[in-house]
């Protein structure tokens, strides 16, 4: 999102809030990246999705200003495969 027009992200999250169940954005871990995100999430937020991530329960994301980056993540647990018997994982 960050390479396209102010116009056109708004169009496209216009179309996307009226057609999809699920929207990721996912930018670059910098300032403008982080600044894409929370824009875009305000616009899908007041064109009436949820908000999953980041911060679901705010409304609004904090201005951490121009030297810090939040960042937000989730790790599921890995479980190895079951072993065979002989060791080896059952696929």
Same mark, same amino acid.
């Given at each position: 999102?960050?390479?396209?027009s102010p116009? +056109?992200?708004? +169009?496209?999250?216009?179309?996307? *809030? &009226?057609? *999809?169940? +699920?929207?990721?954005?996912?930018?670059? $871990?910098?300032?403008? $990246?982080?600044?894409?995100?929370?824009?875009?999430?305000?616009? &899908?937020?007041?064109? $009436?999705?949820?908000?999953?991530?980041?911060?679901? +329960?705010?409304?609004?994301? @904090?201005?951490?200003?121009?030297?810090?980056? @939040?960042?937000?993540?989730?790790?599921?647990?890995?479980? @190895?495969?079951?072993?065979?018997?002989? $060791?080896?994982?059952? &696929?």
């Amino acid at each position: 999102m960050n390479e396209l027009s102010p116009s +056109t992200v708004d +169009t496209v999250l216009s179309r996307l *809030a &009226l057609s *999809a169940n +699920t929207v990721l954005i996912v930018e670059p $871990g910098t300032p403008r $990246g982080f600044a894409v995100v929370r824009q875009a999430r305000e616009r &899908l937020v007041s064109l $009436g999705m949820s908000v999953a991530a980041p911060l679901p +329960t705010r409304r609004h994301l @904090p201005d951490c200003g121009p030297r810090l980056v @939040p960042f937000f993540g989730t790790a599921a647990p890995i479980r @190895p495969p079951p072993q065979s018997e002989e $060791g080896r994982p059952r &696929l």
